[in-house]
């Protein structure tokens, strides 16, 4: 089954438009069940030849950042969850235990480009 349905891909807003959103929507989430990675999907739009995400990751650290589609689907084992779309805080709050979710901020082209190979 693929990560990113075609129903799933029309669900997701346009990369930028919960950006004023102090709590923004989560559409989906993925994790690594062999891994505390998990990735909180609130944005997603095509770039070029892949999709690239927004949300919240956690992972090494814990922040908001881009992610894209082909760089989950070569790691071995990352699964999707089916869950109700709900806000940020209480999404993370549950999967975080009850640690507080630092405020929205982009990261910048220089900073994403580690954020991305950070992955790997």
């Known amino acids: 089954m693929p990560l ?11 990369l930028y438009s919960q950006e004023r959103n102090k709590d923004p929507t989560v559409i989906c989430k993925f994790f690594c069940p062999w891994s505390d990675w998990t990735w909180f999907a609130t ?53 975080r235990g ?3 979710v630092p405020p929205r901020t982009r990261l910048t082209a220089s900073r994403a480009g580690f954020f991305l190979l950070s992955f790997l």
């Open 4 to 14: 990113l349905t075609e129903e799933l891909r029309a669900q997701l807003p346009p």
């Open 98 to 100: 009850h640690r507080a």
């Open 43 to 95: 944005e997603g739009s095509k770039e070029d030849d892949d999709f690239m995400f927004f949300g919240y990751v956690v992972g090494f650290e814990e922040e908001w950042g881009y992610f894209v589609l082909s760089e989950l689907e070569s790691v071995r084992g990352p699964r999707r969850t089916h869950h109700r779309t709900r806000p940020i805080l209480s999404t993370a709050t549950v999967q």
